[in-house]
């Protein structure tokens, strides 16, 4: 059996350019990590240049003494320190909430390995009832922390006593209601700031006034007679517009006419509507002849001329002859039923 922190490198059975890296990071847990193979002599000799993550390495010792030494520093300073306890997640919870309880008012916190992703520590805490967790990832340069990088473990509790929700730029706390926190952000244990969608703006405000909710008509509770009639439609000059209100026909009084629309202050008045047309004349009764035409072109016969007045009667002449009787003859005596 391998030592904790002892490497083996062999052939990678997935790529024939790379090499597979096998690090015991602690006892029972060994992870796996690609090692690329760049300028090769032949196809059976190792690469002359060796990449882990774009970083590049001459030979396989330097990878042992730059990157694999580095970690395995790291992984006994976090493992010695006071807030690290070497139980699974569920029995750290199960403890937290135990201090919790206890003491309503305190912060509790441990370190202890993450088991679902070798080469990471898990950072588990509770501010009010549920458990929460941070994954605390471990590479050569120190332990990451979302996107940040810090040298020791005393400057990562320092973050995390000034923001414990979540490092800056990196990821917020998992929940741990089932013991099992979220996996790493990524491969080399960077993360993103999640996205929070912005609500919409509000619409903007209407320049006819605010629409009236459903059922608040005229027509009592039923809320079936539509809208309501505003007394401040809200134009945009900013005046209070007059509005008329239209009776509603009744059904034992004849509906009259809406009164001719005004327009508001300080608009000019709408254009005045054409004078009624005079109703048509009396039809020509059934059967009578219709009326003479003419000819296309051609103007009407024209009129007889009325007879002239009569003349005046000059003073001493006789009176006028009764209707109807002609005028005694020249000579003539007057007869009986003339006048003398």
């Known amino acids: 059996d391998a030592l904790v922190g002892e490497a083996l490198i062999r052939p990678s059975s997935?790529?024939?350019?790379?090499?597979?890296?096998?690090?015991v990071v602690r006892?029972?847990?060994i992870k796996v990590i690609e090692v690329l193979?760049?300028?090769?002599?032949?196809?059976a000799s190792i690469g002359n240049v060796l990449k882990i993550k774009n970083e590049p390495y001459g030979s396989i010792d330097e990878i042992l003494g730059r990157y694999i030494a580095?970690?395995?520093g790291l992984i006994e300073e976090i493992s010695s320190h006071r807030k690290f306890n070497d139980k699974l997640e569920d029995e750290i919870d199960t403890e937290l909430r135990a201090l919790k309880k206890r003491v309503p008012k305190g912060i509790f916190y441990f370190f202890c390995w993450h088991e679902e992703h070798p080469g990471y520590a898990s950072l588990r805490y509770i501010l009010q009832n549920t458990p929460r967790s941070h994954p605390i990832g471990i590479n050569c340069e120190g332990f990451q922390w979302g996107k940040k990088i810090y040298g020791n473990v005393e400057k990562v509790l320092a973050e995390f006593k000034t923001n414990p929700h979540g490092s800056a730029g990196g990821r917020g706390g998992s929940r741990s209601g089932g013991g099992r926190p979220a996996p790493p952000p990524s491969r080399h244990g960077g993360g993103g700031v999640p996205s929070h969608h912005s609500p919409p703006p509000p619409k903007p405000a209407s320049q006819w006034g605010p629409r009236p909710p459903t059922g608040s008509g005229s027509g009592g509770g039923s809320g079936t007679?539509?809208?309501k009639q505003p007394t401040n439609s809200g134009w945009q000059s900013g005046t209070t517009a007059t509005s008329t209100a239209v009776p509603t026909p009744s059904k034992w009084k004849t509906p009259q006419p809406p009164p001719p629309a005004t327009?508001?202050?300080?608009r000019p008045n709408p254009r005045p509507s054409p004078p009624p047309r005079p109703p048509p004349g009396p039809s020509p009764p059934r059967g009578a002849p219709p009326p003479p035409t003419f000819p296309f072109?051609?103007?009407?016969?024209?009129?007889?001329k009325p007879p002239p007045p009569p003349a005046p009667i000059p003073p001493g002449a006789p009176p006028p002859f009764p209707y109807g009787q002609p005028p005694p003859p020249p000579g003539m005596p007057p007869q009986q039923g003339w006048r003398s």
């Open 14 to 23: 997935q790529n024939c350019d790379a090499l597979a890296l096998h690090w």
């Open 70 to 72: 580095p970690m395995n």
């Open 263 to 266: 327009a508001p202050p300080g």
């Open 297 to 304: 072109g051609q103007p009407p016969p024209p009129m007889a």
């Open 37 to 43: 193979e760049e300028e090769k002599d032949t196809s």
């Open 225 to 227: 007679s539509g809208w």
């Open 27 to 29: 006892k029972g847990r």
